[in-house]
């Protein structure tokens, strides 16, 4: 099983950008499902989950601006980062908690994808 993150890029402040992670192979089911983001010497953080009925817990500084949905039904989940600044400039990692059936899960991470917001 693995996690494939796509969507990063550049893009000026004020503007938005979607990231998308796909879960793929043997999936019995998906737990938690978040977005983090690291730049490099810091500590990875926590930038916005979503649990799999829905719930959604969010970093403040993202609040108001950042969305995060997930479809079950393909494994997915988005981000959806609008108003950008240059602080949310980072390395944006995807993270699920995967069943591959009814004993047995793991704590995935995504490849990361980099998002530069410029001023």
């Known amino acids: 099983v693995q996690l494939q993150a796509s969507g990063g890029g550049e893009v000026q402040a004020g503007g938005s950008l979607r990231l998308s992670c796909a879960a793929s192979?043997?999936?019995?089911?998906?737990?938690?499902m978040g977005w983090y983001r690291q730049a490099p010497g810091n500590k990875r953080e926590l930038v916005a989950a979503i649990t799999n009925g829905g719930s959604t817990n969010y970093a403040d500084s993202v609040k108001g601006r950042f969305t995060i949905s997930r479809d079950n039904a393909k494994n997915t989940v988005h981000l959806q980062m609008n108003s950008l600044k240059p602080e949310d400039t980072d390395v944006y990692y995807c993270?699920?908690?995967?069943?591959?059936?009814?004993?047995?899960?793991?704590?995935?991470w995504g490849q990361g994808t980099l998002v530069t917001v410029s001023s």
């Open positions: 192979g043997r999936i019995f089911s998906i737990n938690d």
């Open positions: 993270n699920a908690y995967v069943n591959r059936d009814r004993w047995f899960g793991s704590d995935l």
